[in-house]
């Protein structure tokens, strides 16, 4: 008899009997006492310092951010230079850079975020109120 043959035979013969010994003779439930046992007596803690807290900041529309950028930029060039002259009157950011991959994802990407878009609050009053009967 060749080995792979004898290996054919045995190996389902001693996985049986492998199942059969530790589910019927509870050696399952020891093994799993004693992995619980190992888990829990060598517990790591890791301490944590606490964080300071600090106080949120009040949030601010984009109108007072700019303004505050554009109030920064000056006073770094200075008011003298230029005649007092402010550059970036009546200017507004320029719109982001997007790769082609982020483009395709926002339909809306090349719009203005100031645009105001098209006035839909009369268009229930237009259709003569008959929304609520298709409903």
Do not use: H
Request: proline share 7%.
């Amino acid at each position: 008899m060749k080995k792979s043959e004898l290996k054919a035979l045995l190996k389902p013969l001693i996985k049986e009997c492998i199942k059969e010994s530790i589910l019927e003779d509870g050696i399952l439930s020891n093994i799993i006492t004693e992995v619980t046992k190992g888990l829990s007596s060598n517990t790591i803690v890791e301490a944590k310092e606490p964080k300071p807290q600090v106080s949120p900041k009040p949030k601010r529309n984009a109108n007072e951010q700019f303004a505050e950028y554009r109030k920064k930029l000056m006073s770094a060039i200075g008011s003298d230079t230029y005649g007092g002259v402010d550059l970036f009157e009546g200017t507004t950011p320029a719109p982001g850079q997007r790769s082609p991959e982020a483009q395709a994802a926002n339909p809306l990407g090349d719009t203005d975020p100031s645009d105001a878009g098209i006035d839909i609050s009369g268009f229930m009053a237009a259709s003569g109120n008959k929304w609520k009967s298709l409903i």
